[in-house]
């Protein structure tokens, strides 16, 4: 008997490739990177006493390549001349990105135009160890439905006569081309965060427009967004399925986001109490609501998630959608108290979600895990589990 051949690895399609940081499998082929990310999970999984037929087959991506509608790049002067692109793997080098396999093909041609009119307009970069010079990065993204795009320029210092000149350049050349406003956001911290806390709007406007399922949103920049609609579609989905009936369920969201899974919950009948830290975010969630005449069915609350769980009302479940670390410890001690029958963890996560799962053991039984490819040609995993209180709780 003849073994079958293994799937032919094709050469990566991305010059870039095993230098940049950006993305790992693509010397793979697609199918086999599914297939090891689904044995790692249950090797995970398995190793930490969860059933096998508890963990559903993972779900591969629509479009493993193109995907990513979030572009978030640093800047930096090498030899006199602007570079822009992710870091080299385990550094703080920057390889000079001219393709990229991952993202969305608008937003390689927008940082390669917003390089060229750095150059040309002579901006001055930023300079990490000195703490000099002016641009710091570029953040950029694709609206969902309506591919309308919408820049930022991270700046150390406001006013810049050149990043002025720059930007008006960028948004009158693209306006055709999608560009529906570039804003400004001022970073003088020499900390890691990408992002700082004032962002003005230089030209056009300062929300991206986006549509899904009926609904027109609004959606700053500096607000979380999945970087991935399509499969986002996917985990939403899931949840929602979970959830249902829907219709006149109070459910409590914790690290909600500007809402866009409560805001499709809450478009399906029912009634939402979610819960942010990021001030812009809800901000962007009630006028969103406001927009859809879903006021009534979604209210906010600008905290953080322990807090925001004290004031939750009684309800019929709990969704949590943290950040990579999992749940912080005081939600984790809110939740034992078992606040509604039934949870919903969305994770990025795997490893922060089994350490969740197993401290929630006293009160919560696993039913399922679900993980869903959201991040193709990366190592990472999206997952949707669902835990329900244990008889007697
Ligand atoms: C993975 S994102 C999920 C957002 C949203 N559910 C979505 O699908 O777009 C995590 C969110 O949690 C927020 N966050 C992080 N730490 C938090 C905390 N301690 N309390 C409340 N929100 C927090 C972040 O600002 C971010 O919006």
Redesign the pocket.
Same mark, same amino acid.
């Given at each position: 008997m003849s073994t079958p051949s293994p799937t032919p690895t094709p050469a990566p399609a991305c010059r870039h490739f095993g230098t940049c940081g950006g993305c790992q499998t693509l010397d793979q082929a697609y199918e086999a990177e599914v297939r090891d990310k689904e044995q790692s999970l249950r090797a995970l999984f398995e190793g930490g006493g969860i059933a096998s037929s508890t963990v559903r087959p993972l779900l591969s991506a629509q479009a493993p390549e193109g995907y990513r509608t979030t572009l978030k790049v640093p800047f930096a002067g090498y030899r006199g001349e602007p570079q822009a692109g992710f870091y080299r793997a385990g550094t703080h080098e920057i390889v000079n990105l001219e393709e990229c396999a991952i993202q969305h093909p608008a937003l390689v041609e927008l940082l390669q135009i917003a390089r060229e009119l750095a150059a040309e307009c002579r901006v001055s970069m930023y300079h990490e160890a000195r703490q000099s010079g002016v641009l710091r990065a570029l953040a950029a993204r694709v609206g969902q439905g309506t591919g309308a795009l919408l820049v930022g320029l991270v700046v150390r210092r406001a006013d810049d006569r050149r990043v002025a000149q720059m930007a008006q350049k960028l948004y009158y050349g693209m306006r055709r081309r999608g560009l529906v406003g570039v804003v400004e956001n001022h970073h003088d911290q020499a900390s890691n965060a990408f992002f700082g806390k004032v962002t003005r709007v230089l030209h056009g406007e300062g929300r991206l427009p986006e549509t899904f399922d009926g609904l027109q949103v609004q959606t700053s920049l500096t607000?979380?967004?999945?970087s991935n609609h399509t499969d986002?579609e996917t985990v939403y989905r899931v949840a929602r399925e979970l959830l249902e009936p829907v219709a006149n369920k109070t459910i409590t969201?914790?690290?909600?986001?500007?809402? =866009?899974?409560g805001l499709r919950l809450a478009a399906a009948g029912a009634k939402l109490f979610c819960?942010?830290?990021?001030k812009i975010?809800v901000r962007d969630g009630q006028r969103n609501a406001k927009d859809n005449g879903l006021s009534d069915r979604i209210s906010f609350c600008a905290?953080?998630?322990?807090h925001?769980l004290l004031q939750a009302p009684p309800s019929d479940a709990v969704i949590v959608?943290? =950040?990579r670390k999992g749940l912080?410890e005081m939600v984790r001690i809110g939740l034992q108290r078992g606040p509604a029958p039934h949870l919903v963890y969305?994770s990025?996560n795997p490893v922060t979600l089994l350490r969740d799962i197993e401290a929630l053991a006293d009160r919560y039984q696993l039913e399922s895990i679900q993980p869903v490819d959201l991040f193709p040609r990366t190592p990472h995993v999206e997952c949707v589990a669902s835990l329900r209180w244990r008889n007697g709780s």
């Open positions: 607000s979380f967004s999945q986002a969201e914790l690290y909600s986001g500007w809402a =866009p899974l819960v942010e830290q990021s975010a905290m953080d998630a322990a925001g959608d943290p =950040p912080d969305i990025c």
